[in-house]
């Protein structure tokens, strides 16, 4: 399974941005799917899981109530809507496909990451 995260950019606190991570190569049926974030110098932290084929998600309680993740099984995609975005909340985001729930670090298929940067 290749993975490409795409969606990041740069945007004010308050705002909005919809991460997707689709395959190049594979389908992502029967994975587990995470979203990680990471800053320099920190070690990178899960924001959100998925369970296949959707039916449990788990969320940092850092994001909860403001992010959301889904995916489509017919597009075999993964998005992460994130809403009421802070500060803190910029970091190279990650996808990533594991065989088991919650996605973790040991994920054997890792997204090449996307920039989210929020200004206040």
């Known amino acids: 399974v290749q993975l490409q995260a795409s969606g990041g950019g740069l945007v004010q606190a308050g705002g909005s941005l919809r991460l997707s991570c689709r395959t190049s190569e594979g389908d992502l049926s029967y994975y587990y799917m995470g979203w990680f974030r990471q800053v320099p110098g920190k070690e990178r932290e899960i924001v959100a899981g998925?369970?296949?084929?959707?039916?449990?998600?788990q969320y940092a309680d850092s994001v909860k109530g403001r992010f959301t993740i889904s995916r489509d099984n017919i597009k075999h995609t993964v998005d992460l809507q994130m809403n009421s975005l802070k500060p803190e909340d910029s970091a190279i985001y990650y996808c990533?496909?594991?065989?088991?729930?919650?996605?973790?670090?040991?994920?054997?298929?890792w997204g090449q990451g996307t920039q989210v940067t929020v200004s206040s």
């Open positions: 998925i369970s296949w084929p959707g039916t449990r998600k």
């Open positions: 990533a496909a594991d065989r088991s729930m919650p996605a973790s670090l040991r994920a054997p298929f």
